[in-house]
């Protein structure tokens, strides 16, 4: 298995795309740290996931907390050195979305998208990186979006955090890379979840006309962790199927 012995933490895999990843992570030997924000989120949490990997014979803890406190983060990647010896791999995947025009979010609805989608990202690489520089050795893969490669109305915000996470991406492979740790990004199309589209929707909107899938991001991040990208840094991988290459036709989204 690729990662026995790995230890892996996954933000935001109480349900969807980060459940995915760590169910993934977890069936190839790693153990695995999940988090979301609260208990008993309706569609599961973190705890629900960690369970279905020890039902399946691997190892996993909880962690319930914000990645957009700062305090938070720092015990979220003590949780894995405390349990499990160190951290191997970070998984930035907690985020939210909200679709609207820019003039219809809040102050604070622009500050918590913001807080989570970037100053998260920040946070848990800021806590994880002297772990991993100590042991010389890390893989941190950031989830963007097709998003960060291609802005569209209504998502603005959401978009602007992902772009951001594409340059986080960059600026941190240069400065890790003297301590071995590779550190690259993946941007997912739209994938069916409780925070994006619903399943049975139309994916006209893609080159395949097909959904993508939870297991099709988790198969890019276990490569971008694996030894077989252990030369791959400063990069990003699109799952979009190829929809960052379509245009939108123009059409009014708000009336004045």
């Known amino acids: 298995m690729r990662f026995e012995g790995k230890v892996a933490v996954v933000t935001g895999s109480g349900q969807g795309i980060g459940k995915s ?10 153990k695995v740290v999940t988090n979301n924000r609260a208990k ?7 705890a629900t996931t960690a369970s279905e990997i020890k039902a399946a014979g691997g190892l996993a803890v909880p962690f319930f907390g914000s990645v957009s406190d700062y305090n938070d983060s720092q015990k979220l990647v003590k949780t894995a050195v405390d349990h499990f010896g160190k951290i191997d791999i970070l998984v930035n995947n907690a985020a939210i979305l909200l679709n609207g025009p820019l003039i219809n979010y809040t102050e604070q609805q622009i500050r918590d998208i913001v807080d989570i989608n970037v100053n998260g990202c920040i946070f848990c690489c800021q806590a994880a990186i002297p772990y991993m520089a100590k042991q010389k ?3 941190i893969v950031n989830i963007s ?19 951001a996470v594409l340059g986080l991406t960059e600026s941190l492979a240069v400065e890790l890379a003297y301590y071995n740790i590779n550190v690259n990004a993946v941007c997912p199309g ?8 619903k399943p049975g929707a139309t994916y006209d909107y893609n080159f395949f006309h097909r959904e993508i899938t939870g297991n099709d991001i988790a198969a890019a991040v276990l490569f971008l962790a694996s030894e077989e990208a252990r030369n791959i840094t400063s990069s990003w991988l699109p799952v979009t199927a190829g929809v960052e290459k ?11």
Do not use: H
């Not at 979006?145 to 772009?163: P, R």
């Not at 379509?246 to 004045?256: E, G």
């Open 21 to 30: 990843i760590a169910l993934a992570f977890a069936a190839e030997g790693a």
């Open 40 to 46: 008993g989120t309706k569609g599961g949490d973190a």
């Open 190 to 197: 739209g994938v069916p979840t409780r925070m994006n589209f």
């Open 145 to 163: 979006s097709g998003a960060g490669l291609q802005g569209d109305a209504t998502i603005s915000v959401y978009s602007a955090t992902k772009y």
């Open 137 to 139: 050795y890390g893989k």
């Open 246 to 256: 379509k245009v939108p036709d123009p059409k009014p989204f708000f009336n004045i």
